[in-house]
DNA sequence: TTAAAAAATGTAAACGTTTGTATTATTATA
DNA sequence: TATAATAATACAAACGTTTACATTTTTTAA
């Protein structure tokens, strides 16, 4: 038990049966090209030798390492999570790893990332950009080697080359503010994100949109950008931005499950009754808008269902010719009001 | 824009500049042993050319993939995201990517996942054992295999030759308990988790431990021990367990921050009053105590230095010589109570 | 019982690196 | 200016597979 206890491989098998590692390799692979009792006696020695197929050598020959690359711009956002959730149950079921690291919401970081996944590490690609994204060299670059890409989530533009999938984001927050002005409110609030990210700015736009469309009256005073990138910061902004609002809303509309619930939080604390005095959604669903009291009425983002479908759709490219011409899906999916207390 | 493009390889190099591989491999090493305007040839033409080292030759000519395994019962429990970006953060500092796979809280994937980490894809594994894993001998297969492993959180069994992460459960618990009895609670409930768990096992001992120091009656009708794995479940079953409940706690210590945030949940739509009428205390402390109204208190669990921690045990592990035999350090870490509104 | 066909196995190159050792080119020394 | 020492480079094996092609063995058919 102290010893140097090298790896079995092909060839001890072969040594040992004094056959040729050629044979030994198609007898595991189930190969009918060799015969039913010399595959036997091959899988056998394997099994009792603890014979265990080494990945890093197969890859290398066969030009495919079954392995995903994942970068999502933080862990600590749900759903993001979620979505990896989703893609690593996709992926699992067709014989693929994911490998998942984060951006850190930082281009260089994303762009590093990006080039240490060109190192024929991965198969394929599945990002989702930063805010600081602006310029998509990287990604073009990447595709150009012919590495599949799928991009979802904030995508500013469109990668000529990768799948896309996207939330509607703005008919999904049209229609929360919609629903709102709808049940008679009238200063309503809008609570977002830092606008280079593309689904701020859709949510920001549907928001504008609806109230636009009721002749409501648009406040610059009732409307937050919320800049930090940061639970704390997120939760001071938010702070600072109810107490000194002008005019007190009677609804908020926010982009977060996170704004909405922190919003909710600074609003009791300011003895405010939710959903009375104000009502408040969130944006996303995951999980949190339940347990708050009051429930938080919510749109529900199909988080879980997107990681599956940007997996899909890589997986998809993989088994496609390389013929990169005509790839460039553009995939939506629908979003859902979940109506609950807080509304 | 059409072709084939096939990887620029040191071969590429090296036919374009008349020299050998060995040199253009040296040469983009930065080894002394070539000459300074020959490396500088070299890094030229790679850099123009486009060269990207191959990391899976890389890896099977050097024995070495820079990969650690990490297998946690499930994702979407925020304890566990928060330890894998604790590890990520280190490996990534020490030049080692993650890959995270999931064993659904079942034993059996656990196993699977594990023997897929045999296959030379990961030069190390970090475990967190599921509630169902009783035996151990997948582990110790493992290890005796020379491959490092370094297990946290739920630990049944030391197993030689691991290093081992925990928290001082039991004892945070006893704290936690004993702060409610000196706040002159009297009948403190439990709510915890499956017993096979050892961590909720330890947990559910702090608790006994300081009930029976102080001489508090322990009514067997305000213990519960959740069995679910499913956060609706959880809901549901604490919802029953507070509605049937025959003495009415004054006080709740619960052993995990969803327990206690659901907790508080059904008391408050129960209309009962926290802290006045039942005090709360949550387990975890991953950011949501903070945000309820009212705010929960938690015993804060060091989960992103948990893993840290545990990344660099392994990647002591990687640079020990490989004498297995006087390993197993178990590292424990301090828990502290973070005083909030519902105490 | 032998030639042809089919089945089983073997040989060797390939995947893209690294690296020990051998070889060649350069410089220093006498 | 020949030679020893050193610097620079090249050769080739190794990492553990897969797989096209070659070879050997077995079976079938005449």
Redesign the interface.
């Known amino acids: ?1 102290t010893s ?2 090298r ?1 079995v491989k092909l060839e001890d098998i072969a040594r040992k049966l004094n056959i040729s590692i050629a044979t030994v390799s198609r007898a595991l692979d189930e190969n009918p090209r060799v015969k039913l009792s010399t595959r036997e006696k091959v899988i056998n020695a394997a099994k009792t030798m603890g014979y ?6 197969k ?2 020959s066969s030009g495919k ?1 079954n ?1 995903i690359g994942v970068i999502i711009p933080r ?2 956002e ?1 759903f993001f ?2 979505v ?2 989703g893609i ?1 149950n996709y992926a ?1 079921e067709h014989n693929y ?6 951006s850190r919401n930082s281009f260089e970081f994303e762009r590093e990332n990006l ?2 996944f ?4 991965v198969d394929g690609i599945i990002l989702s950009p930063t805010h600081e994204t602006e310029m998509f060299a990287h990604i073009k670059n990447i595709i ?3 590495i599949p890409v799928v991009l979802f989530d904030n995508i500013r533009e469109e990668v000529p080359g990768a799948d896309h999938v996207i939330i509607e984001d703005d008919k999904a927050s049209f229609e929360a503010v919609e629903f709102l002005i709808k049940k008679g409110k009238t200063r309503i609030a809008f609570i977002g994100g830092i606008m280079e990210k593309k689904v701020f700015q859709n949510r920001y736009k549907g928001y504008i949109d609806a109230m636009k469309k009721y002749n409501m009256p648009i406040h610059d005073d009732l409307i937050l950008h919320c800049k930090s990138l940061d ?1 704390e910061f997120e ?1 001071v902004e938010i702070q600072s931005f109810l107490k000194g609002v002008s005019i007190i809303p009677d609804a908020i509309f926010t982009c977060t499950d996170n704004y909405g ?2 919003t ?2 600074t609003l ?2 300011m003895g405010y009754n939710i959903p009375d005095d104000v009502a408040v959604i969130g944006f996303g669903d995951l ?2 808008g339940e ?3 009051p429930s938080m009425t919510c749109i529900a983002q199909p988080s879980y269902e997107m990681g599956q479908k940007v997996a899909e759709l890589l997986i998809n490219q993989f088994n496609e010719s ?1 013929d990169v ?1 005509h790839r460039k899906k553009v995939v939506k999916l629908k979003t859902q009001l979940v109506l609950r207390d807080s509304t």
């Open positions: 038990m140097k206890k790896r265990m197929p080494n990945q890093i050598a890859s290398l390492t392995i862990y600590d749900p999570i979620e990896c959730r690593d699992r790893k994911i490998l998942i690291s984060s080039i240490s060109e190192r024929g590490l150009n080697k012919g639970r939760d619930l922190l909710m939080k009791l604390r999980g949190l347990v708050f009291v390389n011409s």
